[in-house]
């Protein structure tokens, strides 16, 4: 990641040409063709693929690419640095375990820089390598590279990087990219294949609690009823027991299912079908959980996310906030800070923009399961979709949630100041709720709250500016 033209399908496509073996065809197809400067092969051909791309010589979606060097395999992301692509980026480093971060060695860290370093600690990705390209068009400058690297470590101080390490490189050349070179005796260190070579593998701790979002429910004639999904963290195994965090009922594992045949354990990334032994009403977007380490069940969160719509926020359009795999009403969505990317340090803003990092609490319309993203990712983390269009405008991360609880799992919608349409208790008892109307008992309250809940939901879903009226007792 890095800044446009800072040179990344570049680095890519010289580590791919020096590290692996590529078909003798592409090798004639790369030698063949010439980068600007007219004197080096265009390694960026092996990443950009689209006609836009190559007309450009930019990056414009993410690229990925395969290869194994040293008996390791390793997937690489290459992503786009025009700020009108953020949203690719960031769709990258969701899924990377370490982050090349490119700098061009004549310009420096850029804002652009620090906005992908954000959203890398954003993301969770806290192992970063800089990489300062171009070092050949600095007459190969000590001095430029170490000035370089003093501002990115102050960086990945402010984000908490782990053990960064800052990488002199030319690309066009191949200077420190799979091997040394003679440009730079002033620079000690190992070349950038060897940085990603001693990488220790990704661990999951065994002790990280059980979290299975539900996909959907399988049925297979009329006993067989099994929850679909993927492990996002932990084990589960046949026997043991689960919760829902939300309704909080439980039951225990009967069986495992795969394509493959049964099971007796699933690990995290498993993607498999869980029947119970009772038949509890749990259906998508629930998350199952071990029981002794649930995900807590949240109406209001304290998140960070990065803008990427096109439209910059309303605080009076409809938002829905989407988990693994719930969907949820947003009732109330305020920004608190954005972080300025010239000091990295938040400043007092109320509305957002694309691109934009932004501290914000969220009300929700009703409870769902999530975690603090820094303890677990997989459930942890949320996408903001526009109720009307569909279109996801924002992702983010929870950094701090609130516990509804279980008793009643029931969350209200709170009066948002003027709307179109106000849901009174008087509308409810003559419609949905007319079987209820005299009722006092707990279950009949929950169940008047549920509906009306419900209600407010399907109408901001169709895009109608709603709001709920305080329903008392």
Wanted: charged share 25%.
């Amino acid at each position: 990641c890095g800044s446009v033209d800072d040179g990344k399908s570049t680095l890519i496509g010289r580590l791919l040409w020096d590290a692996t073996d590529l078909y003798d065809d592409q090798r004639a197809a790369i030698g063949n063709s010439k980068a600007g400067d007219g004197t080096h092969p265009d390694f960026s051909r092996l990443l950009d693929g689209l006609a836009a791309e190559l007309e450009q010589g930019i990056t414009i979606d993410i690229a990925w690419r395969y290869f194994e060097a040293a008996d390791r395999r390793y997937i690489i992301i290459d992503s786009p640095g025009h700020e009108q692509y953020t949203r690719n980026m960031a769709s990258g480093a969701s899924h990377a375990d370490v982050a090349i971060m490119l700098v061009d060695a004549r310009h420096g860290v850029k804002e652009q820089t620090r906005r992908h370093a954000a959203i890398l600690d954003l993301m969770g990705t806290k192992r970063v390598i800089l990489a300062v390209n171009k070092m050949d068009l600095v007459d190969w400058s000590e001095s430029k590279f170490r000035d370089i690297e003093s501002e990115f470590f102050a960086i990945t101080k402010q984000f908490g990087f782990e053990s960064p390490v800052a990488i002199p490189v030319s690309a066009v050349t191949g200077e420190n990219v799979a091997g040394p070179g003679p440009s730079m005796p002033w620079y000690q260190g190992k070349p950038l294949l060897t940085h990603l070579e001693e990488q220790s593998e990704v661990t999951i701790r065994a002790a990280r609690p059980f979290r299975f979002p539900v996909q959907m429910v399988v049925r297979d004639g009329q006993d067989f009823r099994g929850l679909a999904g993927t492990v996002t963290s932990g084990r589960i195994a046949v026997g043991e027991e689960v919760a829902d965090a939300v309704s909080g009922r439980t039951a225990h594992v009967k069986r495992i299912v795969t394509m493959d045949g049964d099971l007796q354990a699933a690990e995290k990334d498993q993607a498999v079908v869980i029947e119970l032994d009772v038949d509890v009403d749990v259906s998508r977007g629930a998350v199952l959980s071990s029981i002794e380490d649930k995900p807590l069940s949240v109406t209001k969160l304290e998140a960070r996310l990065v803008w990427l719509g096109e439209i910059p926020y309303k605080p009076t359009a409809q938002y829905l906030l989407r988990t693994a795999t719930d969907l949820v009403p947003i009732d109330w969505l305020q920004i608190n800070t954005l972080l300025d990317l010239a000091t990295l340090t938040p400043r007092d803003k109320t509305d957002c923009e694309a691109n934009d990092i932004a501290d914000v609490n969220i009300t929700l319309g009703r409870a769902t399961a999530l975690d603090v993203f820094r303890e677990l990712s997989g459930t942890g983390s949320f996408m903001i979709v526009d109720s009307v269009t569909g279109a996801s405008v924002a992702g983010g991360v929870a950094l701090a949630v609130s516990d509804h609880g279980v008793a009643d799992g029931i969350s209200t919608f709170t009066i948002s100041g003027d709307c179109a349409f106000m849901v009174t208790r008087e509308l409810l008892e003559q419609g949905v709720c007319k079987d209820l109307v005299g009722k006092s008992d707990v279950a009949s309250k929950a169940e008047f709250r549920r509906r009306a809940d419900e209600v407010v939901k399907l109408m901001r879903t169709a895009g109608v500016d709603v709001c709920l009226d305080c329903l008392g007792d």
